[in-house]
C-alpha cells in the first residue's frame, strides 16, 4: 500500500522505528545497569510491536490478525497511546535521571569512561518517539471520532 506510506500514520511510523531503533541501540551499545535493563526491554518491545504494525498495515494484511484485524484502527489507537506512549516515557526518564546521574563526568579532566552522552542521546531520542507515538495517537484518535474505520 504506497497509499499507508504517504499517510500521516505511515510517515509517523517510519519515524517511531527510526527513532525506536537509536533509542535502543544506543542504549544497548553501552555499559548499562540497573533500571537501564527495563528502559532497553521496553523500547525493544515498542519497537518490536511497532515493526509488527508497520508491516501488517504496509502489505495490508491486518485482516490476518484474529479479533484485532477488524478493529485495526483500535489497535493502532491502543497501541500508540497507552504502549507507545507509556513505555517511551518510562524508559526516556528513566535515561535521563541517568544521564542527570552521570553528567559529573562530562568536565575536562575526567579521565573514566563516560555515558553521560549515551544516556541523554537515548533520552533525547526517547522523548522524540513519545512525542512522535502521541501524535499518531491522536491522529488515530481524531478519525475514530469522525467515524471512519480504516488507518488509511
Known sequence: HRAYLRSPLGLLR????ALGAAFWVTVAAHKYEGAAHFALFAAVLAWLL???LFGLSLLGRWALVPWLGSRWLLTNLV????LGVGLYAAATGI??????RKSYCSLP???QRCLYSAYLS???CGGIAACLYLFSGLYCLSRRCRD???II
Open 95 to 100: 535515561m535521563g535521571y541517568k544521564a542527570g
Open 14 to 17: 517510519l519515524g517511531q522505528l
Open 79 to 82: 497501541h500508540d497511546l497507552a
Open 122 to 124: 537515548a533520552s533525547v
Open 109 to 111: 579532566g575526567y579521565s
Open 148 to 150: 471512519q474505520r480504516d
Open 50 to 52: 511497532t515493526l509488527a
